[in-house]
């Protein structure tokens, strides 16, 4: 029980970085100014963040990010207050779907625009955390319900009192 709590603990943290990471890319993205990038080498921020895929329908992927960000934060904050399975299922889904996200925003930037950009490389790593914390707290195995297949066990017997 200890572990599920610890767990979703981290993932608020967790959904709030992705959420001041994110946040910090849509007000750049909005406000077209160039972002501060030039951490180990990986300086591709502004190429990455002024190419044709920055936005989709017209909305930067900051906004997506602020978006799927506060979905987790509010799941694992209900989940926290209620510790319900259904919660946990459901954050384990939407954690599911960033990830996929993630790995295909990263799979443009390295073979479609040729450059990295360390904040969704950092939101990318956020999203593989909470999804692997979503999966310990709820382990996808399901309970198996045990079943007499065996014709020749024996079957339970109810016995009758004896008479007064």
Do not use: W
Request: with cysteine; charged share 10%.
């Amino acid at each position: 029980m200890l572990k599920k709590r610890l767990g979703v603990i981290f993932i608020l943290v967790l959904a709030f970085a992705g959420i001041a990471d994110a946040a910090y890319l849509a007000q750049h993205a909005l406000s077209n100014m160039p972002l501060i990038c030039n951490i180990a080498d990986l300086s591709g921020c502004n190429i990455v963040a002024q190419s044709p895929y920055a936005h989709l329908f017209g909305i930067p992927l900051g906004e997506y990010g602020i978006l799927f960000y506060g979905i987790v934060f509010a799941l694992a904050l209900l989940e926290l207050v209620l510790f319900d399975r259904f919660l946990r299922r459901a954050l384990q889904g939407v954690a599911l779907i960033g990830l996929l996200c993630s790995v295909a925003f990263e799979g443009i930037q390295i073979f479609l625009i040729h450059a990295l950009c360390v904040y969704c490389l950092g939101s990318a790593l956020v999203s593989l955390l909470i999804f692997l914390c979503a999966t310990m707290i709820e382990p996808l195995k399901r309970q198996e319900i045990p079943t007499v297949t065996d014709e020749s066990s024996p079957r339970p017997r109810l016995t009758m009192p004896p008479a007064a």
